[in-house]
């Protein structure tokens, strides 16, 4: 009896799809993960400048000029790297994306063919574990910025007794916040990724037009900047690093910081309606926003130091001194509460798309059969009182460094990715072929491309010493090892795409180089079928001068035709 409960059960939670639209439902495919039709395929370059936005309006970008300056380096040089980076970041971004805009699948499938159907799960866990933590911390930030615009509307929010018990790190009132932010961000976790124009508009004018009036305010009442805008060099002489390592060291934590978001670039490339929609979006808003944003945080630092006496990189305590801690004047907290809400609107937003809605869908790939992308998202949302953010912000310091420098196991990913997609397989892959285990290219040994293990290891292998000693504060570590570890997204990137070529020159895999003449999937539109000699299943072909049947287009048959360009 409770067999027969369990099945009816499973039967009621599993995925249904359109098997008119190809949206097989099993082990390894449903809606979210096939290949995404011309349909599907909404985002225009506002789109991709929206969600490149939520990665540069936010407090993290804004405070990255402190980090440089507190390693000694001048604002010109702190502003020098991260121009740099920033343009590494939109170069990264678009090579690791650009899968997903020829052929419109996700990090999920796209991992496949490189690492084996099951191996697939190697970065897949890498992925889903990022994406629970990270969601869980920035709900957190996010419950600070609601503390702000509850205190600016009741003062005595932030003075109310703390009632919670002495185990827990943190007080009732931000605990609270807390909680509201997340409830705040729930109705943004069912809207499609195919809708989130509107969202990415609100968000880009409000938190742009809140930043920029903070800087007109503070440059107005300040009438002009204070000593930190002409913070020189003043690297310590018993410093063990020079100029050029400093500089080293921040342009990899600026492209480090944002690695979880480029690695699977794909998963929302894929919507682009063009190319060319995304490489706009990308480079106005990941580079050109992103270098705005800080140096907007550096002006308004530097001009409220000049009001204030004291440096406020942090924007939480910025807002809470302007209106001082809510006794200020009602227009002071009138304009904080606005400003902390375009903060916290944005923040909310980037922590659905960025951590949510890319956890539902890694969890798709997990379990295709029960989960799609919104489902994912509710999970990996949930999953944020398991991981109690509270502790990990307010306690384990280390632990959110390490959280940090998880670049180090991420490049290497990327590297297999873009050694095998673009050097091995000359951007051609068997879509179908993802989504099979029998008659397929990507099985290899029992689901697993050997060659892509050894050669991830690789690289992050010489850069792990260095997290450690760094991370753990060694007083006189190696310098060996630290210097690896400035350099780790670099290293392991080129370390272990290198490996995974070699390895693949020694033991060639089968199938390098080919694709499907046929769009089994309807996934292309006329013009890219034309650019890539496919013909739609439905469509008769002519091999040999001979016309044959049209091809059935359900995966079951298996029927497929293969052309080496």
């Not at 009732?172 to 195919?194: G, K």
């Not at 805008?229 to 944002?258: D, F, V």
Request: glycine content about 10%; some cysteine; aromatic content about 14%.
């Amino acid at each position: 009896m409770s067999g027969l409960r369990l099945r009816t059960l499973k039967e009621k939670i599993q995925l249904q799809g359109d098997g008119n639209e190809h949206e097989q439902v099993d082990s390894w495919s449903n809606r979210d993960l096939i290949p995404l039709p011309p349909s599907r395929r909404t985002w225009g370059w506002f789109h991709y400048f929206g969600y490149w936005t939520l990665n540069s309006l936010n407090i993290s970008n804004w405070q990255t000029p402190n980090t440089f300056l507190s390693y000694g380096l001048s604002v010109g040089q702190s502003m020098m790297v991260i121009v740099v980076g920033k343009l590494l970041v939109t170069f990264f971004s678009t090579l690791i994306a650009w899968c997903g805009l020829r052929w419109h699948i996700g990090f999920t499938v796209q991992n496949r063919f490189t690492w084996g159907l099951r191996g697939s799960y190697i970065p897949l866990m890498q992925r889903v574990l990022l994406n629970f933590i990270w969601c869980a911390i920035q709900c957190w930030n996010g419950g600070r910025l609601v503390a702000v615009c509850i205190t600016a509307i009741w003062p005595s929010f932030a003075k109310m007794h703390n009632t919670l018990p002495s185990s827990m790190p943190t007080t009732t009132y931000q605990f609270i916040a807390f909680v509201l932010f997340w409830i705040f961000s729930v109705p943004f976790l069912f809207v499609r990724p195919e809708k989130f124009r509107l969202p990415f508009l609100v968000t880009s004018i409000y938190c742009g037009l809140g930043m920029l009036s903070m800087m007109i305010w503070s440059l107005s009442v300040a009438k002009g900047v204070g000593p930190l805008w002409t913070t020189g060099q003043h690297i310590p002489e018993t410093s063990s690093w020079n100029l050029h390592w400093l500089e080293m060291k921040g342009i990899n934590q600026i492209i480090g910081g944002i690695a979880a978001g480029i690695t699977n670039g794909s998963d929302f490339s894929r919507y682009a309606r063009a190319p060319k929609h995304y490489v706009l979006g990308t480079v106005l808003s990941a580079w050109v926003t992103g270098v705005l944003v800080s140096l907007v945080g550096l002006v308004v630092t530097a001009a409220c130091q000049k009001i204030y006496g004291e440096v406020y990189w942090n924007p939480p305590d910025l807002l809470m001194r302007m209106m001082d801690s809510g006794e200020g004047s009602s227009k002071a907290r009138a304009g904080v509460f606005f400003l902390a809400a375009g903060f916290a609107l944005t923040g909310m937003f980037e922590n659905v798309c960025g951590n949510a809605v890319a956890g539902g869908i890694d969890l798709a790939g997990l379990f295709p059969r029960y989960l799609d992308i919104r489902r994912g998202a509710i999970l990996t949302f949930v999953a944020v009182w398991v991981c109690q953010p509270w502790q990990l912000v307010n306690k384990a310091a280390t632990f959110v460094s390490v959280l940090s420098s998880f670049s180090v196991f991420l490049s290497p990913i990327m590297g297999v990715m873009v050694v095998d997609f673009y050097l091995l397989r000359k951007g051609r892959i068997q879509l179908s072929h993802l989504y099979r285990t029998r008659d397929t290219a990507y099985w290899y040994h029992k689901g697993v491309n050997w060659r892509a293990i050894p050669a991830w290891i690789c690289g992050w292998a010489p850069t792990i010493g260095g997290l450690v000693v760094t991370v753990g504060g060694t007083s006189s570590p190696p310098r060996s090892l630290v210097k690896l570890y400035y350099m780790a997204f670099l290293v392991g990137f080129f370390v272990s795409g290198t490996v995974f070529l070699l390895l693949n020159l020694a033991f060639p895999c089968t199938g390098l180089g080919e694709y499907e003449k046929v769009d089994v999937y309807e996934t292309f539109t006329p013009r890219e079928a034309a650019n890539l000699e496919v013909v739609t299943a439905s469509e008769p072909q002519v091999l040999d001068g001979v016309e044959s049947d049209p091809v059935d287009n359900k995966m079951e048959s298996g029927t497929v035709v293969e052309k080496s360009l």
